[in-house]
Nanobody, 115 residues
Framework: VQLQASGGGLVQAGGSLRLSCAASGTTFRTYAFGWYRQAPGKQRELVAVISAGGGTRYADSVKGRFTISGDNAMVYLQMNSLKPEDTAVYYC????????????WGQGTQVTVSS
């Protein structure tokens, strides 16, 4: 299983970015996907997840601003109204069902929001 994240960059506060994650290596229709982020000196934290059934969950800090979506083996994170505190390396994650097992990470993409 491989995850390739892209779409990061430098944006001014209030701007938008769309992150993409391309998954390959297996059939993903039963997987849950998520986006996590890690800022310098901080632990990696959950940003948003989408289940195999399409249910979504967000960190309180991004609710109403970020939207996670999926399409076959692609997962997206639309980020609007970005704030400097959103600056971090963003990682794509794929979690297999328990009966299969497996938790996979992409390489990360840097998002920098300037004030």
């Amino acid at each position: 299983v491989q995850l390739q994240a892209s779409g990061g960059g430098l944006v001014q506060a209030g701007g938008s970015l769309r992150l993409s994650c391309a998954a390959s290596g297996t059939t993903f229709r039963t997987y849950a996907f998520g986006w996590y982020r890690q800022a310098p000196g901080k632990q990696r934290e959950l940003v948003a997840v989408i289940s195999a059934g399409g249910g979504t969950r967000y960190a309180d800090s991004v609710k109403g601003r970020f939207t996670i979506s999926g399409d076959n083996a692609m997962v997206y994170l639309q980020m609007n109204s970005l704030k400097p505190e959103d600056t971090a390396v963003y990682y794509c994650n794929a979690r297999a069902p328990a009966v299969i097992g497996g938790n996979y990470w992409g390489q990360g993409t840097q998002v920098t929001v300037s004030s």
